[in-house]
């Protein structure tokens, strides 16, 4: 049964950045491994309900993104080290929270609870942000 790592998650100010990193475990079993699938990026902040922020599929790289995080994060595949990473830069005080790495052998969905996936999940890295 495959696991999903998150790392990298901690304090930062506002303006500042993180670096997020999601790993497989093993690393082959990446639903949709070699080179299908997606993996995606949900947070969750107290209180509110889980929103998702970005996703990538794996046959290409191609990114997408919630209206949220648009220009100021980007997801991208680090091949190199079987992970995905989320770079999150202009932090604001509303990027606090709990943040899960998500992935599916076929569809990302960026709507919480999507019967599209992703259907895989980490259990998740704080992030908190503050001025």
């Known amino acids: 049964q495959v696991q999903l790592l998150e790392s990298g998650g901690g304090s930062a100010e506002v303006g500042g950045a993180l670096r997020l990193s999601c790993q497989a475990s093993p690393s082959t079993r990446w639903p949709g491994y070699p080179d299908r699938g997606c993996v995606a990026w949900f947070r969750q902040a107290p209180g509110k309900e889980r929103e998702g922020i970005a996703a990538?599929?794996?046959?290409?790289?191609?990114?997408y993104y919630a209206d949220s995080v648009k220009g100021r994060f980007t997801i991208s595949m680090d091949t190199e080290k079987g992970a995905v990473s989320l770079q999150m830069d202009s932090l604001k005080p509303e990027d606090t929270g709990t943040y899960y790495c998500?992935?599916?052998?076929?569809?990302?969905?960026?709507?919480?609870?999507?019967?599209?996936?992703?259907?895989?999940w980490g259990r998740g890295t704080m992030v908190t942000v503050s001025s």
């Open positions: 990538i599929y794996r046959s290409n790289g191609f990114p």
């Open positions: 998500a992935a599916d052998a076929t569809s990302c969905s960026l709507i919480a609870g999507s019967d599209y996936g992703p259907h895989v």
